[in-house]
């Protein structure tokens, strides 16, 4: 009996059903996906694919199968350098085989292939009493960082569009700024982590040996500006606030709510607010000033 005969677009589907399961040939060919094109078992598979002078069917697929992961874990690794880095090749490698376990490749682009990496470390890190430990803690800050990095230099920003200047900011009557809103970048990012990780993601790419930072609060605003990502480090009212603002809140709503993290007198916060919405209007945060 002649083996079935299938057109040239059912096998391409079946095949990348196959060879982009995470559990290997064998059990691509009983999933789900791979059954919906053509319904045959493990065994089948040369009703598919001949065999080679020296391969089986099941072997010559493997070569594709370990072609296409070994792709996604070049890529992998050119997301997330420093992390690799910080917890070294082989252990990062572990890290990312697990991941497209449980996460495998669901876009035709690679550019969302880590998206969820720092979350599956969340997921699956190691305990103590309950809760993640400092190590595991600081690796998840890392990898969440170089993704937002990622994210901010693929994603939309707003090099062709007009952005709000300092001399534009100074001009808004003081009476009219409780009430005002400020539009933001498209590409602005606010982040809080459990550890210093900006300035260790700075130094490690300068200096390999550089060491692990003891835990402490940091905050950081990512951006795009002229197509280059920058990161500026936030106290806990700058963060606030920007976060306020990038909420659609009011200047003075968001004012009063980052008042509650400055831990110096009220002359000085009024002082410090126009330093930095002039500093951020320099680094183009903003698109402009809604007035009410």
């Given at each position: 009996?002649s083996?079935?005969?299938?057109?040239?677009?059912?096998?391409q589907?079946?095949?990348q059903s196959?060879?982009?399961?995470?559990?290997?040939?064998?059990?691509?060919v009983?999933?789900?996906?791979?059954?919906?094109?053509?319904?045959?078992?493990?065994?089948?598979?040369?009703?598919?694919?001949?065999r080679?002078?020296?391969?089986d069917?099941?072997?010559?697929?493997?070569?594709?199968?370990?072609?296409?992961?070994?792709?996604?874990?070049?890529?992998?690794?050119?997301?997330?350098?420093?992390?690799?880095?910080?917890?070294?090749?082989?252990l990062?490698?572990?890290?990312?085989?697990?991941?497209?376990?449980?996460?495998?490749?669901?876009?035709?682009?690679?550019?969302?292939?880590?998206?969820?990496?720092?979350?599956?470390?969340?997921?699956t890190?190691?305990?103590?009493?309950?809760?993640?430990?400092?190590?595991?803690?600081?690796v998840i800050?890392?990898?969440?960082?170089?993704?937002?990095?990622?994210?901010v230099?693929?994603?939309?920003?707003?090099?062709?569009?007009?952005?709000?200047?300092p001399e534009?900011?100074?001009?808004?009557?003081?009476?009219?700024?409780?009430?005002?809103?400020?539009?933001v970048?498209?590409?602005?990012?606010?982040?809080?982590?459990?550890?210093?990780?900006?300035?260790?993601?700075?130094?490690?790419?300068?200096e390999?040996?550089?060491?692990?930072?003891?835990?402490?609060?940091?905050?950081?605003?990512?951006?795009r500006?002229?197509?280059?990502?920058?990161?500026?480090?936030?106290?806990?009212?700058?963060?606030?606030?920007?976060?306020?603002?990038v909420?659609?809140?009011t200047?003075?709503?968001?004012?009063?709510?980052?008042?509650?993290?400055?831990?110096?007198?009220?002359?000085?916060?009024?002082?410090?607010?126009?330093?930095?919405?002039?500093?951020?209007?320099?680094?183009?945060?903003?698109?402009?000033v809604?007035?009410?």
């Amino acid at each position: 009996m002649s083996a079935p005969q299938y057109d040239l677009a059912t096998i391409q589907r079946w095949m990348q059903s196959v060879i982009s399961y995470p559990g290997g040939v064998t059990a691509g060919v009983e999933t789900a996906a791979a059954q919906e094109q053509i319904a045959i078992t493990a065994a089948e598979i040369e009703h598919v694919v001949t065999r080679s002078e020296k391969l089986d069917a099941v072997h010559r697929m493997e070569v594709y199968s370990g072609a296409y992961f070994a792709r996604l874990l070049e890529c992998m690794r050119g997301e997330f350098p420093v992390t690799q880095a910080t917890v070294g090749e082989d252990l990062f490698d572990q890290f990312v085989v697990g991941y497209l376990n449980a996460y495998p490749s669901r876009s035709y682009s690679l550019g969302h292939l880590g998206e969820n990496f720092a979350n599956y470390l969340a997921e699956t890190s190691p305990r103590d009493e309950g809760q993640i430990t400092q190590w595991a803690e600081f690796v998840i800050d890392l990898a969440r960082l170089e993704w937002a990095f990622n994210e901010v230099f693929d994603g939309p920003g707003a090099e062709e569009d007009p952005k709000l200047s300092p001399e534009q900011l100074h001009e808004v009557p003081a009476a009219q700024w409780p009430d005002a809103k400020l539009a933001v970048v498209p590409c602005l990012r606010l982040m809080q982590f459990s550890h210093p990780v900006s300035q260790f993601f700075s130094a490690k790419r300068r200096e390999a040996t550089t060491p692990i930072p003891d835990p402490q609060a940091s905050f950081l605003a990512i951006s795009r500006r002229e197509y280059i990502v920058r990161r500026f480090d936030l106290n806990r009212a700058q963060y606030e606030l920007l976060q306020c603002i990038v909420a659609g809140e009011t200047v003075g709503d968001a004012i009063a709510q980052a008042a509650e993290f400055y831990e110096e007198d009220v002359q000085q916060f009024a002082a410090d607010l126009g330093d930095w919405f002039r500093q951020w209007a320099a680094e183009q945060f903003f698109l402009r000033v809604e007035l009410p």
